[in-house]
């Protein structure tokens, strides 16, 4: 799915068994962007998510039973991206965060009873485990692991 434009709206679910697998490839170009975007059930849920845009607001939830993996990249200021993975299946997540000088604001969350996993491929200026390239402005990572 490919979204270009200011001031979008976007809801997407995905649900299914496990025979089924949720797939997704969402491509938003363009500021003040909403999207909500869920895949739930019993299946394997495979997300690309790709933002480049300022001002959006981007809630992704991978739940349930089966594997999560989430590839997201955020490019642009004064973001928030809020990302919940939880249930029985094990949770992954890649991330590539960067900003042209604004704010952003991105949460984590992985929740269950088996692995979690997340990459993040830049170091922030105090080399922490958490990372993105926050090119001034005020950056907020929070990863939770529970």
Not at 33 to 56: L, P, R
Not at 66 to 79: C, E, I, R
Request: aromatic content about 6%.
């Amino acid at each position: 799915m490919a979204i270009t434009g200011n001031t979008n709206t976007v809801d997407v679910i995905q649900s299914g068994t496990n025979l089924t697998r949720n797939f997704a490839d969402i491509n938003i170009n363009g500021s003040t962007n909403t999207m909500t975007f869920t895949q739930q059930d019993a299946s394997e849920k495979v997300a690309f998510v790709d933002i480049d845009g300022s001002f959006g607001d981007f809630t992704i939830l991978q739940q349930g039973t089966g594997t999560h993996y989430l590839d997201l990249t955020s490019v642009g200021n004064d973001a928030i991206v809020d990302i919940t993975q939880e249930g029985t299946g094990n949770h992954s997540a890649t991330v590539e965060l960067t900003n042209g000088g604004g704010n952003w604001d991105f949460t984590l969350v992985q929740s269950g009873s088996t692995n979690q996993l997340y990459s993040l491929p830049h170091n922030l200026s105090d080399n922490s485990v958490v990372s993105g390239t926050c090119n001034s402005g005020t950056c907020v990572v929070n990863i939770v692991q529970q």
